[in-house]
Nanobody
Framework: QVQVVESGGGLVQAGGSLRLSCAASRRTFSTYGMGWFRQASGKEREFVAGISGNGGSTLYADSVKGRFTISRDNAKNTVYLQMNSLKPEDTAIYYC??????????????????WGQGTQVTVSS
C-alpha cells in the first residue's frame, strides 16, 4: 500500500505564496506520475497540476498556469506545488495523488490510485 502525505497548507493573503509538499512511500516512485487536485467547498474535486515520473513533462489547469509550478525530487520521494499570486478562488483543500499505472500525469482523477488526506489552503482577500 502506498501512503501519500501532504503538508504546507495554511492561510495567506491574496497575492501571497505557499509551497505544498507531498511525500509518497513508494519504492518505484520515479516511475509514476503524480498530481495535485483541489476541492473547494460545495464543488467537485478538480485537477490542478501533474508531473511525469522523471519530471520531464508537466500539466496545468488553465486557472493556475503561470502562477503554480509543480516539481519533484525523486531522491526524496517528494512532489511540490509552488503557488504564487494566490487568489481567493484558490481556496480549497489540496490533495496529492499518485498514479496507479502511468509514468505520465493525467488530468483524469480516476487514473490516480493513491491519495493523501488533503491540506487546507485559504486565501483571504
Amino acid at each position: 500500500q502506498v501512503q501519500v502525505v501532504e503538508s504546507g497548507g495554511g492561510l495567506v493573503q491574496a497575492g501571497g505564496s505557499l509551497r505544498l509538499s507531498c511525500a509518497a512511500s513508494r519504492r518505484t516512485f520515479s516511475t509514476y506520475g503524480m498530481g495535485w487536485f483541489r476541492q473547494a467547498s460545495g464543488k467537485e474535486r478538480e485537477f490542478v497540476a501533474g508531473i511525469s515520473g522523471n519530471g520531464g513533462s508537466t500539466l496545468y489547469a488553465d486557472s493556475v498556469k503561470g502562477r503554480f509550478t509543480i516539481s519533484r525530487d525523486n531522491a526524496k520521494n517528494t512532489v511540490y506545488l509552488q503557488m504564487n499570486s494566490l487568489k481567493p478562488e484558490d481556496t480549497a483543500i489540496y490533495y496529492c495523488a499518485a498514479s496507479g499505472d502511468s509514468f505520465y500525469a493525467t488530468v483524469a482523477l480516476a487514473r490516480y490510485a493513491y491519495w493523501g488526506q488533503g491540506t487546507q489552503v485559504t486565501v483571504s482577500s
